[in-house]
Nanobody, 113 residues
Framework: VQLQASGGGLVQPGGSLRLSCAAS????????MGWYRQAPGKQRELVAIITRDGSTSYADSVKGRFTISRDNAKNTVILQMNNLKPDDTAVYYC????????WGQGTQVTVSS
C-alpha cells in the first residue's frame, strides 16, 4: 500500500490549510487513519485520528481548530486545519492501519508571518 500526502505549505498565523492523503488501495474496511506531526527537535505526535466507525480524536492543542475526515470514494483521509498557529509548524505524516501500518512521505506545514 502506498500513501501520497499533499497540501502542505507556508501560511500566515490564523490561516488555513487542507492536507490530503490518498491510499493506493480501498480504505472502506480500514481500521483507523490518522495524522501525526513532528517539529524540529521534538518527537512525532498524534494530531488526529478517525476510526472505522467514524469516531474521531484530537490532540488537545488542535481541538476546535482541526477536523479529520475521510472520503471512501477517493480512498483519502483529510485534515482541515484552521486558525493555524506558529506552534503548528511541523512535518505532517498520514498513517493508515489496514491493520498493517503504513506511512505517507510527510508534508511540510510552516506557519509564519
Amino acid at each position: 500500500v502506498q500513501l501520497q500526502a499533499s497540501g502542505g505549505g507556508l501560511v500566515q498565523p490564523g490561516g488555513s490549510l487542507r492536507l490530503s492523503c490518498a491510499a493506493s488501495e480501498s480504505i472502506f474496511n480500514i481500521n483507523a487513519m490518522g495524522w501525526y506531526r513532528q517539529a524540529p527537535g521534538k518527537q512525532r505526535e498524534l494530531v488526529a485520528i478517525i476510526t472505522r466507525d467514524g469516531s474521531t480524536s484530537y490532540a488537545d492543542s488542535v481541538k476546535g481548530r482541526f477536523t479529520i475526515s475521510r472520503d471512501n470514494a477517493k480512498n483519502t483521509v483529510i485534515l482541515q486545519m484552521n486558525n493555524l498557529k506558529p506552534d503548528d509548524t511541523a512535518v505532517y505524516y498520514c498513517n493508515m492501519q489496514f491493520p498493517r501500518s503504513y506511512w505517507g512521505q510527510g508534508t511540510q506545514v510552516t506557519v509564519s508571518s
